[in-house]
């Protein structure tokens, strides 16, 4: 299961000042230095993974580092840099090579094993080199089992249904795509853009007039599924 950070939600990060490099996630959002994600898992059993995107202007090569964790025990968490991954729970210092652009994808993955409590994983990532510009950085990992599951032939689930101030809607696509509101009109009354892969999107819906709306999935400009959404205050 991929799980993308909410924004919003995956929050909001400060640019960190004079850093020659960078770790964003897949939304171009800066990660800073002390920072903390915020994932909510849906499923206790399987891998779940945030996607990440490391460049930096000075050197071809980064260090990346599990620096702690407070998982429960039979938890596991793992990371893959570029095309290496590494044992779960591996907390030796690995120096990865970037690509030609000086570029590499950070994929951090994390298997609660059937566990219900809180985890954080704390991450350390610097310049070959240049360890006093280092980001630290933290996930924490919880679990909500009661978000409705995608079954089969579903794209997309919102719950709650009927929505007071807040709706989640929870999307499975193959390709980027768009999650469009519109109100029973017809009027188009807000836009998501959707990342491939599995992932779950705030929507606030406490500026809205009660009423009936509809949530569609959008692929090239083609609405691919629309379902019901009903807001009550």
């Known amino acids: 299961?991929?799980?993308h950070i909410?924004?919003?939600i995956f929050l909001?990060?400060?640019s960190f000042a004079n850093a020659q490099y960078t770790v964003t996630d897949y939304n171009d959002v800066n990660v800073s230095d002390g920072g903390n994600v915020n994932i909510e898992l849906t499923d206790n059993t399987a891998n779940n993974s945030v996607h990440f995107h490391l460049f930096?202007?000075?050197?071809?090569?980064?260090i990346f580092q599990v620096l702690s964790s407070t998982q429960p025990g039979g938890a596991t968490n793992m990371a893959c840099v570029g095309i290496h991954c590494y044992p779960p729970n591996n907390y030796t210092?690995?120096?990865e090579s970037l690509d030609g652009n000086n570029e590499a994808m950070l994929v951090l993955y994390y298997n609660p094993n059937g566990t219900t409590e809180t985890a954080i994983v704390t991450y350390k990532i610097y310049e070959s080199g240049n360890q006093s510009n280092a980001i630290t950085f933290s996930i924490t990992y919880t679990i909500n089992t009661g978000i409705p599951q995608i079954k089969t032939g579903e794209n997309l689930?919102?719950?709650p249904n009927p929505a007071n101030d807040m709706v989640k809607i929870r999307y499975n696509v193959k390709e980027s795509s768009k999650l469009i509101v519109y109100n029973i009109v017809g009027?188009?009354?807000t836009e998501k853009s959707l990342l491939p892969g599995n992932g779950i999107v705030n929507i606030e819906t406490i500026n809205l007039p009660?009423?009936?709306y509809f949530y569609s999935l959008v692929s090239e400009s083609k609405a691919t599924e629309t379902k019901r959404l009903v807001i009550k205050h």
């Open 1 to 3: 299961m991929r799980i």
């Open 6 to 8: 909410l924004l919003g």
């Open 12 to 14: 909001a990060f400060a």
């Open 56 to 62: 930096s202007s000075n050197s071809s090569q980064i």
């Open 93 to 95: 210092t690995h120096t």
């Open 157 to 159: 689930v919102a719950f």
């Open 187 to 189: 009027a188009q009354v």
């Open 210 to 212: 009660a009423g009936t």
